[in-house]
């Protein structure tokens, strides 16, 4: 592969009732997050991205996203091997892409670029 896995950088749990399941997270992690929207919201966990995502589907359970440089040639690659583009690249704010592939076995990966990311 080309464009190496860097390792995982950011789960995302889909929600039915954001509100519930925020303050959920917050008393589990004892700190509140860094982000907070009616479309998203986002906490640092030693530096890993943990978010909700309100009306995704939640058939696949959480997303989790791995590391590349190149999210548009880690898509590319996964597709030669037999998987189906999700979502396309796409920049989601501040430099950071992401995308998702069904590979043939049914399971989604997510890549994710994030310039911010920073091990703790």
């Not at 997270?25 to 030693?46: D, R, S, T």
């Not at 943990?50 to 597709?79: F, H, K, N, T």
């Amino acid at each position: 592969m080309s464009t190496p896995l860097q390792g995982l950088r950011t789960v995302i749990y889909p929600v039915v009732n954001l509100t519930t399941s925020k303050e959920w997270w917050i008393q589990l992690l004892g700190q509140k997050p860094y982000f907070a929207e009616p479309f998203y919201v986002g906490f640092n966990v030693e530096g890993y991205e943990l978010g909700l995502l309100p009306g995704a589907s939640q058939s696949d359970g959480a997303q989790v996203y791995w590391g590349v440089e190149d999210v548009a040639e880690a898509v590319r690659e996964a597709i030669v091997l037999g998987a189906t583009e999700l979502s396309p690249a796409t920049d989601v704010g501040e430099g950071i892409v992401t995308a998702t592939v069904r590979i043939p076995d049914g399971n989604v990966v997510g890549y994710i670029y994030n310039p911010n990311f920073t091990l703790r």
